[in-house]
C-alpha cells in the first residue's frame, strides 16, 4: 500500500488569547494586588493531516476556532502547545483584513505581499500586470487601499494569491465576496487553482454550497475540538443536521 505524502500535519494544537480585563489607572496603581489577566483557548488540542493535493473544507459555527487555526497555519499566530508541519512548503492566507498596508497604494501592496509570500521583487514585478488586470481595478490601483470598499479589496486579495501562486493555499470565507461577476470569475480561478494536483488547498467557510463543490475532505471544528473528520459527502450531512 503506497504511503501518503502530507503537506500539511498538527499535532496537540493549542492556541490561548489573553484577555485583560478592564482596571481603572487609580486602582492598577494603589492595588498591592496585580490585574487579574485570563486566558481563553480558542484551539484545545486540535490533531490532523492533509495529503499533499487535497482540498480540505473546515466548518463550525461561530467562535469554533476555525480562523484561528487557519492563521496559525499561515504563521500569523504561534502555538501555545503542540505543532504545525508544512513541510517546507510555500503558504499564501486569502483573507478579508489580512496583510495590506492601509497608507499603500494597492500596487505598492501587491509588491510587499509578494514578498511576505517569499517571492523575489523581480518575481512579483514579473506578475504585476496580471495580477492588476485580474483584480479589475483601473487606476485605483495606485491609491492608497483605505480608500478600497470591501469589494475592491477583496478583489485585489484574491488577484495577489491567485496570480502569484503557492503550494498550500488557505483560504478564509473569501468567495463570498466581490460583484456577481467577480464571485462567477473568482469561483472559476480558484477551481482552475485547485486542479493542480501538486497544490495543497484549506478552506474555511460557512457555505455549505461552497464546501460541496470543492472540497475533497472536511475537518468539522465544535468549541476549538475536531467534532469529526472525513469525506465531504460523510460529513457535511451531519454537520447540517446537527446545525438545523
Not at 38 to 60: D, M, N, Q, R, Y
Not at 61 to 72: M, V
Not at 109 to 115: A, F, Q, V, W
Not at 135 to 156: C, H, N, R, W
Request: net charge positive; glycine share 8%.
Amino acid at each position: 500500500m503506497e504511503s501518503k505524502e502530507y503537506a500539511i500535519e498538527v499535532e496537540n494544537l493549542k492556541i490561548r488569547y489573553r484577555c485583560l480585563k478592564k482596571v481603572s489607572i487609580r486602582k492598577s496603581l494603589f492595588s498591592p494586588k496585580k490585574s487579574k489577566v485570563e486566558t481563553f483557548e480558542a484551539v484545545k488540542g486540535i490533531s490532523f493531516k492533509v495529503p499533499k493535493g487535497e482540498i480540505l473544507g473546515i466548518i463550525g459555527k461561530n467562535g469554533s476556532g476555525k480562523s484561528t487555526l487557519l492563521r496559525a497555519l499561515a504563521g500569523i499566530f504561534s502555538a501555545d502547545e503542540g505543532t504545525i508541519d508544512l513541510h517546507g512548503h510555500s503558504v499564501s492566507l486569502l483573507s478579508i483584513g489580512v496583510g495590506f498596508q492601509k497608507k499603500l497604494s494597492g500596487r505598492e501592496n501587491i509588491l510587499l505581499s509578494g514578498i511576505l509570500l517569499g517571492f523575489t521583487e523581480t518575481q512579483v514585478r514579473e506578475k504585476m500586470d496580471e495580477i492588476i488586470a485580474f483584480s479589475e481595478l483601473g487606476d485605483f490601483i495606485d491609491l492608497p487601499v483605505k480608500t478600497y470598499s470591501s469589494g475592491m479589496y477583496s478583489k485585489l486579495a484574491f488577484s495577489i494569491t491567485a496570480i502569484l501562486e503557492t503550494e498550500i493555499m488557505l483560504v478564509d470565507e473569501v468567495l463570498s465576496v466581490g460583484d456577481a461577476k467577480f464571485k462567477k470569475k473568482s469561483f472559476k480561478k480558484m477551481r482552475q487553482l485547485i486542479s493542480n494536483k501538486e497544490r495543497t488547498v484549506v478552506i474555511v467557510s460557512h457555505n455549505s454550497d461552497t464546501i460541496n463543490r470543492l472540497c475533497n475532505s472536511v475537518l468539522w471544528i465544535h468549541d476549538g475540538l475536531v467534532k469529526m473528520q472525513g469525506t465531504t459527502q460523510e460529513v457535511m450531512p451531519k454537520y447540517e443536521e446537527f446545525m438545523a
